[in-house]
């Protein structure tokens, strides 16, 4: 089957704004802020380090992938968008005008599931470079 790139929908923003509201809650009664990308990888960071998630607890990890994926879009302009493939329908984050996506649902989830540590903020200065040198050879095709 193959990819289909569509708009969220009205579901797929229900869903991800549950991803959302789950972090955010995790930590609304120590004030935490989510307003920038520092905030956010922050409260990521601090859910990590509290070891209160574990590796079984998918939907969860994918929730930190969503603020993640939040952290991508505000620091490069990207947008979410949905992927129906023979996996499913996920949502992903789309440069605008390509066709270069990224998935972050699955960015903290897949390596915590393999028993790797997660430093957020290293994770999300490589997934930056990645994406700005996809960007950048896109324009010169």
Partial sequence: MDQKIAPLS???IL?????????QSFFDARGASYG?????????GAILNSNSIGAEETWKLQSLGIV???ALAQE??????AIDDEYGRDPALSVRGTSILSFPLTSISKRI????A????RLFEAACHTIEDLKHRNKSH
């Fill in 118 to 121: 997660v430093d957020v903020f």
């Fill in 68 to 70: 993640f994926g939040d």
């Fill in 113 to 116: 599931e393999r028993g790797e």
């Fill in 36 to 44: 920038t990308v520092q905030d956010k990888l922050d409260l990521i």
């Fill in 10 to 12: 009205a579901e797929d």
């Fill in 15 to 23: 869903r991800v704004e549950k991803h959302r509201q789950w972090v």
């Fill in 76 to 81: 490069l302009g990207l947008i979410w968008v």
